[in-house]
Every structure is written in C-alpha cells, then in structure tokens.
C-alpha cells in the first residue's frame, strides 16, 4: 500500500522561507517522479515544481527561482525549500506521484501573512 505524507507547512511571513517535506513508502520512490502541486480553495490545483528519478527539476513561472525542490531516495523523500514567499504562495501543498496509479497525499497548509 502507498502512502504519502507531507509536513512542514505553517505560518511564515512574506519574504520568509518554509521547508516541506514528503514521505512515500510502498513505492519504488528511487525510480519514480515526483510532483509537488498546490490549491487555493476555488481555484484548479497547480503544478508548482517535479523532479525526475535523476534528479532534473522543472517548475512553475511563478515559483521559479524562489523555490527549489530535491529528492533524498535513501530517506524515500521529496522536500520543497521556499523561500522569498509572497501571500500569492498561500495555499494547501500536495505532494504527488505516479505508481502503477496516481497517489496524492493530504496536503499540507502554507499561510503567507504578517
């Protein structure tokens, strides 16, 4: 059974950073992409940024070069470094993967405000 976890969300004030980790397990994390989105309540979820089983990342215009996703495939991890956050960034993250079917975990909250 596959289970993703996230954590590391909170309260941060703009121009602050914030770490968010995910943890998978019962699946071939090593081998396997992953996706970080994140929803704001009445909109679509967005891709923010994945990174491939080798290591190459992609993101969205409006994270790029303020946030940086990694993968640790001894830990079965995936973080996301925020940083230089804006109230445009508050939202609930999901982490994602596809693993034989497509798995979300329950997200995290983010909340940008002074």
């Known amino acids: 059974q596959v289970r993703v976890v996230e954590s590391g969300g909170g309260l941060v004030q703009p121009g602050g950073s914030l770490r968010l980790s995910c943890v998978v397990s019962?699946?071939?994390?090593?081998?396997?992409?992953m996706n970080w989105y994140r929803q704001v309540p009445g909109k679509e979820r967005e891709l923010v940024a994945n990174?491939?089983?080798?290591?190459?990342?992609n993101y969205a215009d409006s994270v790029k070069g303020r946030f940086t996703i990694s993968r640790n495939n001894a830990w079965n991890t995936v973080y996301l470094q925020m940083d230089s956050v804006t109230s445009e960034d508050t939202a609930v993250y999901y982490c994602?993967?596809?693993?034989?079917?497509?798995?979300w975990g329950r997200g995290t909250q983010v909340t940008v405000s002074s």
């Open positions: 994602n993967l596809y693993w034989r079917r497509e798995f």
């Open positions: 019962g699946a071939n994390f090593k081998i396997t992409p």
């Open positions: 990174i491939s089983a080798g290591g190459t990342s």
